[in-house]
């Protein structure tokens, strides 16, 4: 959706979808909610125990199809907005997440073309380390819960939001760099160890 479409629509009570920030290709910021009022960005969803995610988040949507690069401009704007919000707010970078992140199979978004590396490298975001293991479904959907997924999600599903983000370009079954990186995130930040909002 072209970006005056897209301001259009997140103006609009009618529309029912809101979000506290839109960011344009050319790294235009648009505040469009007050951070201290609730958005409706994010619609049904979880991630670790917080169910109600419109409520405890800030909505930031981008300019991108999510299919294509993301523009230098908006990627820099996204980190400034990142680094003010997360300081104000005392957001960990775990609690840094895509829609896809906490509704897989109905949110695609930011999609596979996003730099999340690129985030986590300036502490705004969190990466995995190197790692593999034995693949085992059972293991792989409680380190997933512990990091914030869903315990009862389809383990397809889990697998592509998990991919979408950490692998993107990742295909076929569980593998063992799925498993290596679902562990070390879990272990190092697991959902239940403080923050209060995300």
Known sequence: MPLAGALDRLCDPAAEVSAHYLIARDGQLFQLVDEDARAWHAGAGRWGAVGDVNSRSIGIELDNRGDEPFAAPLMATLERLLDRVMSRRAVPPERVIGHSD??????????????????????LSVWPETATAAPDAAAFRAAAGRFGYGTDWPMDAVLDAFRQRFRPWATGPLDPADMGAMLDLARRFPVDRGGEAF
């Open 102 to 123: 906490m509704a897989p199979g109905r949110k695609c978004d930011p999609g596979r073309r996003f730099d999340w590396q690129r985030l986590a490298r300036a502490g």
